[in-house]
T-cell receptor, first 112, second 118 residues
Framework: GNSVTQMEGPVTLSEEAFLTINCTYT??????LFWYVQYPGEGLQLLLK?????DKGSNKGFEATYRKETTSFHLEKGSVQVSDSAVYFC???????????FGKGTLLTVNP | GAVVSQHPSWVICKSGTSVKIECRSL??????MFWYRQFPKQSLMLMATSNEGSKATYEQGVEKDKFLINHASLTLSTLTVTSAHPEDSSFYIC??????????????FGQGTRLTVV
């Protein structure tokens, strides 16, 4: 079955530091890949996505590239801000049933 | 963008009572809605898939009689936690897929409902 393995946190950075959160996946076929962000006390918001190999998703300074050869979709941001503090979930959707499989989430705390 | 609204945002109930959580798609029609449960510091676990006008499909290990799902219209799905117990305390999140955007891979999430059973 499908699975997502995500870098365990928590991750604590200083403002303007570089961020990488690793994500690898196992899936049959060609899944779509997503990063979701969950701010404290809120639901999930789609941060970015990629639907095929070598696609790069980007939003709000965050980027992730769909790497089929390494089955990875690592999240990066060049300069984090305090407002980026949240839990980040890597997810995949495989097949036609539209079910999402999530990683365990990574808590990011950015200090001023 | 598409908006999914959950109500209530939080609820406290007594053990043994039932609680209903609503999930509404505000500006689109949702053929399919999904209900997730999130334990503290853990990922989202899919509980069931709700299809408009038909019975929900539950994931393995989820009690159908305890977590009743109704998807009576294209904009509303409800999750009822029956005879709630403290172990049912959790964060419940719904998501919805746009009926019109057939090729879309995106699901839109509600803001979640924090259930505390005392």
């Amino acid at each position: 079955g499908n699975s997502v393995t995500q870098m365990e946190g928590p991750v604590t950075l200083s403002e303007e530091a570089f961020l990488t959160i690793n994500c690898t996946y196992t899936a049959t076929g060609y899944p779509s890949l997503f990063w979701y962000v969950q701010y404290p006390g809120e639901g999930l918001q789609l941060l970015l996505k990629a639907t095929k190999a070598d696609d790069k998703g980007s939003n709000k300074g965050f980027e992730a590239t769909y790497r089929k050869e390494t089955t990875s979709f690592h999240l990066e941001k060049g300069s984090v801000q305090v407002s980026d503090s949240a839990v980040y979930f890597c997810a995949l959707k495989g097949g036609s049933n539209y079910k999402l499989t999530f990683g365990k989430g990574t808590l990011l705390t950015v200090n001023p | 963008g598409a908006v999914v609204s959950q109500h209530p945002s939080w609820v406290i109930c007594k053990s043994g009572t039932s609680v209903k959580i609503e999930c509404r798609s505000l500006d689109f029609q949702a053929t399919t809605m999904f209900w997730y449960r999130q334990f503290p510091k853990q990922s989202l676990m899919l509980m069931a898939t709700s299809n408009e006008g038909s019975k929900a499909t539950y994931e393995q290990g989820v009690e159908k009689d305890k977590f009743l799902i109704n998807h009576a219209s294209l904009t509303l799905s409800t999750l009822t936690v029956t005879s709630a117990h403290p172990e049912d305390s959790s964060f419940y999140i719904c998501s919805a897929r746009d009926r019109v955007a057939a090729g879309s891979t995106e699901a839109f999430f509600g803001q979640g409902t924090r259930l505390t059973v005392v």
